[in-house]
T-cell receptor
Framework: RKEVEQDPGPFNVPEGATVAFNCTYS??????FFWYRQDCRKEPKLLMS???SGNEDGRFTAQLNRASQYISLLIRDSKLSDSATYLC??????????FGSGTRLQVQP | NAGVTQTPKFQVLKTGQSMTLQCAQD?????MSWYRQDPGMGLRLIHY???????DQGEVPNGYNVSRSTTEDFPLRLLSAAPSQTSVYFC????????????FGPGTRLLVL
């Protein structure tokens, strides 16, 4: 079983739609959680950290459910520029980051 | 600042050849790491370093060596290339081991025939 699991997609949505991705992690000792974004054939970049109380950054909302060990990312009012692969990332203590394989989003005009 | 730079961008090797992938950062970051990314596998950690002179193995270290003689540079050496090492390699750096924001280089695409 992978330590971090994501639905690979693709999620094809029209502009303006709301889309949500989920991610599950297996290591109950995980303490830090993040979403990274990766454009096609480019390097990953941090999108946002995920906090226990949930957090928002503009059109993006991240939620964490420690009891069920899953993390979600909600994107409202999707833009064409949101088309990318979204990587769920966790860290247990001071260990290195563990990346999920990503969920691909394609926003269509 | 150039951030994290990697060379070469693309490389084709024959099985058994050796080569070094270069990585440099100009942000004075203590932490540097190497990942490989394969389709459907996500990024997997190969080796990492928490400072000059200190390196450690990640999840998939076999077939790779690293060294960290300076804060800026963290080269990855393939000792005897195999087709299974065909992948995209990313180098990353961060101010410390507790930092979420790892800054990635643009990647090196390697094909081993």
């Amino acid at each position: 079983r992978k330590e971090v699991e994501q639905d690979p997609g693709p999620f094809n949505v029209p502009e303006g739609a709301t889309v949500a991705f989920n991610c599950t992690y297996s290591n109950s000792a995980s303490q830090s959680f993040f979403w990274y974004r990766q454009d096609c054939r480019k390097e990953p970049k941090l999108l946002m950290s995920v906090y226990s109380s949930g957090n928002e950054d503009g059109r993006f909302t991240a939620q964490l459910n420690r009891a069920s060990q899953y993390i979600s990312l909600l994107i409202r009012d999707s833009k064409l520029s949101d088309s990318a692969t979204y990587l769920c990332v966790v860290r247990a203590g001071r260990r290195a980051l563990t990346f999920g394989s990503g969920t691909r989003l394609q926003v269509q005009p | 600042n150039a951030g994290v730079t990697q060379t070469p961008k693309f490389q084709v090797l024959k099985t058994g050849q050796s080569m070094t992938l270069q990585c440099a950062q100009d942000m004075n970051h203590e932490y540097m790491s190497w990942y490989r990314q394969d389709p459907g596998m996500g990024l997997r950690l190969i080796h990492y370093s928490v400072g000059a002179g200190i390196t450690d193995q990640g999840e998939v270290p076999n077939g790779y060596n690293v060294s960290r003689s300076t804060t800026e540079d963290f080269p990855l050496r393939l000792l005897s290339a195999a087709p299974s090492q065909t992948s995209v390699y990313f180098c990353a750096s961060a101010p410390g081991t507790g930092e979420a924001t790892q800054y990635f280089g643009p990647g090196t695409r390697l094909l081993v025939l």
